[in-house]
């Protein structure tokens, strides 16, 4: 294996697994094959002796794992900016979406739109993300919730891959909303999702795995089971927007499915973090959702850190409840929002992302063996990435050695 190319001179956040802190290394050097797998992560002292194409100094840069958002509803039509104003008039979320608002309206968009108009509305959201050194996001489907808008909007979210250098995982969300053809008859939707939909999805590989809104606005747990069941039923994985709005004992039906994540989870209890911990379902939290809705209920921080549940942060993307696509800015809210510390911010958008995604095997350290995904910044100390509010010290971001 020859090294490819070398990056010297540089201070590291490894995010290794097992180290303290951030598996920091002063004088560091990562090395890269041609395949962009990462050869050797570590001091520079101690580094094989590597034929190198290509040398960069770094000049004492730091350098993390490329970012991940493990949790996004990037790919949609139309905006939302007016329901912003409706909720500045006092209207809550929820009674937006009651009175046919909310989710629907950006169905209605969406439905209208071709797969390329939705690849084209959801390139500058995902530039936006890029720009601070994301190389994976995962994109949910629901805004279709017919067979064939599913089916458009994640192939438009995969087209995104192509477009761009960034890996793309795929979540299928058709239970996001009851659609208008459906209403009086969520059952009837939810059969449509189980026997049409996730065989459909699953046929084409388009999604690793199926999401669901478990909530009083969105499926019951005994709904979303039998979506759960059927995802099993093809070999798909599971997670769930969980405990949200309500607890509805979400997160341990996730658990029992052994979900990647449950996401959201202000009103989660602590049989709730039990359940995720016995099953290694990953805590994912949506710091700018709770920020946009005005939410006071925080998720249970301490209980998940009692419990060893790993964190993981996401913008959560998307036109109603969070129009955030800065990572970034994600983590100033974990830290700010929630009380996250710098290591558990930075972690929660590297290595616990990855795990959120069932990924970390290939990417969400600075490990041989993974994904040459780096982002290089213009820093003192990693404390910066998180601490600053609306400005991005990204130097370089590299995708698979490039
Ligand atoms: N929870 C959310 O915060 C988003 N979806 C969900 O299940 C909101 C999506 C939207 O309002 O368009
Ligand atoms: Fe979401």
New binding site residues.
Partial sequence: MHGQRIWTNARLATLTLGLSGLGEIDHGLIACDADGAILYAGPEAEAPTLPAAEVIDCEGRWITPGLIDPHT?LVYAGD?AHEFELRLAGAS?EAI?RAGG??LS?VTATRAATQEQLTAAALPRLDALIAEGVTTVEIKS??GLTLADELKQLRAARALGEARDVDVVLSFLGA?ALPPEYVGDADGYIASVCEQMIPAVAAEGLAGAVDV?C?GI?FTPAQTRRVFEAARGHGLQVKL?AE?LSNQNGAALAAEFCALSAD?LEHLDEAGVAAMALAGTVAVL?PG?YYFVRETQLPPIALLRAHGVPIALAT?C?????PLTSLLLTMNMGATLFRLTVEECLAGVTREAARALGRLDQIGTLEAGKRCDLAIWEIERPAELVYRMGFNPLHTRVRGGR
């Fill in positions: 509803h939302r979320y979406a909310g989710i950006t629901g805004y996001h809104f909530e969105g927007h949200q959201h949506l959702a959560d998307n036109p109603g409840t969070s």
